[in-house]
């Protein structure tokens, strides 16, 4: 079975920063993209940044130049850098993993359980 456990989140003040993990486990033998989604209350569920295994960044306008999404194919990591944090991105934090090849799985789409990140002075 594939898992995503993510970590890092918490309470920061406006512009400060955050880091947040996320760990893939499994028989994983690749993911083609992992990468950060949130949910604010009321609001649906957005992406956040994203990368693929070669490195190519995906990112919403609205974090551009503030955060920074990175990974770690050989560890099956991903890890989000987050600053100048504002009100605004306070919501859970869902780790995504994309196009997941491994026993039990060709293809699959895995999400983590959410770590919530609030931005509040």
């Known amino acids: 079975q594939v898992q995503l456990v993510e970590s890092g989140g918490g309470l920061v003040q406006p512009g400060g920063s955050l880091r947040l993990s996320c760990a893939a486990s499994?028989?994983?033998?690749?993911?083609?993209?992992m990468g950060w989604y949130r949910q604010a209350p009321g609001l649906e569920r957005e992406l956040v940044a994203r990368a693929t295994r070669g490195g190519t960044t995906d990112y919403t306008d609205s974090v551009k130049g503030r955060f920074t999404v990175s990974r770690d194919n050989a560890k099956n990591t991903v890890t989000l850098e987050m600053n100048s944090l504002k009100p605004e991105d306070t919501a859970v934090y869902y780790c995504n993993a994309a196009g997941v090849r491994g026993l039990g799985t060709y293809g699959g789409n895995y999400w983590g359980k959410g770590t919530l990140v609030t931005v509040s002075a």
């Open positions: 499994g028989s994983i033998f690749s993911i083609n993209t």
